[in-house]
């Protein structure tokens, strides 16, 4: 597993636009639901985030496991483990599987891909392969405002 901080450094490496996209402020984190789950020791926290035109909605999870007291406790962007996931296809084709692969990903496994142009074409390169784990822009922008909340640091 990796804190938020290994997945935002991931992220850096592999996609840096998703770093500043998120703060273009075309983005909205609605209906923020936190579940304290006392007997795994775990928090977990899922949104909606919308696009500004409102057409397009992604449910987001984070999952923070090994809290103490998951009521109390406030977890640790650069300390708590965490488990992700998101519904849009950036997060599934650059960070599901390298997600998945250090127990990252939270709930089942997307669907495989099957590549559909020809690996030699250099116009479609892999997208991640160095399989280096990290989050999508919706994941960013919703531990950015978990943390403007106080309810992560």
Known sequence: MASLQQ????TQQVLPTALTNYL???LKVESVRITNMLGVKTKIISATIRGSTGENAYNVVIMFTGLKDPE????????TN???RCQCESF???FAYPDRLISGLYGGNFRPYVRK???ADGKYPPKNPGNIPGICKHLLLLTRSLINEGIIQ
Do not use: E, L, R
């Open 72 to 79: 109390n406790d406030i977890p640790k962007v650069n300390a």
């Open 7 to 10: 997945f935002t450094q991931g």
């Open 24 to 26: 273009k402020g075309d």
């Open 92 to 94: 599934y084709f650059y």
């Open 82 to 84: 965490a488990v992700v």
């Open 117 to 119: 142009t020809n690996p």
